[in-house]
């Protein structure tokens, strides 16, 4: 059975749920680096797209009463592979170790023009 998750302030950009859980895992759908005040794409370069997603996710994952200790699996989702070291650089500020699991990948478009696109599987821990 899934269990749909909603973060106040998060926009959506089409018909999905910020995130799904079933049976302890929480699968969170992408997130661009939509500011969530005005609903649209941030201006900037990759590091504060990069960020805002993080604050996007991790707003999702508070919804859901979860961490970003709690992620199990990370993708990132690039449309130009020489901002990896960038992207990289925040996404370690963002993690302690050990690290999740993680893909990295060149896309050849993202919705709304973005740069940088994140999705993440979290496990909740065991009472």
Known sequence: MRKSVTASGIVATGPYAHAVESEGLLFL???TP???????LI???VAEQTQLCFDNLKSVLQAAGLTLDDVQKVNVYLLDMGNFAVMNAVYEKNFSQ???ARTTVQVGGLPLGAEVEI???ARRPKA
């Open 29 to 31: 759908s992408g997130q």
């Open 34 to 40: 939509i500011d969530p005040v005005t609903g649209k």
């Open 43 to 45: 201006q900037g370069g």
């Open 98 to 100: 050990p690290y999740p």
């Open 119 to 121: 999705e993440m599987v």
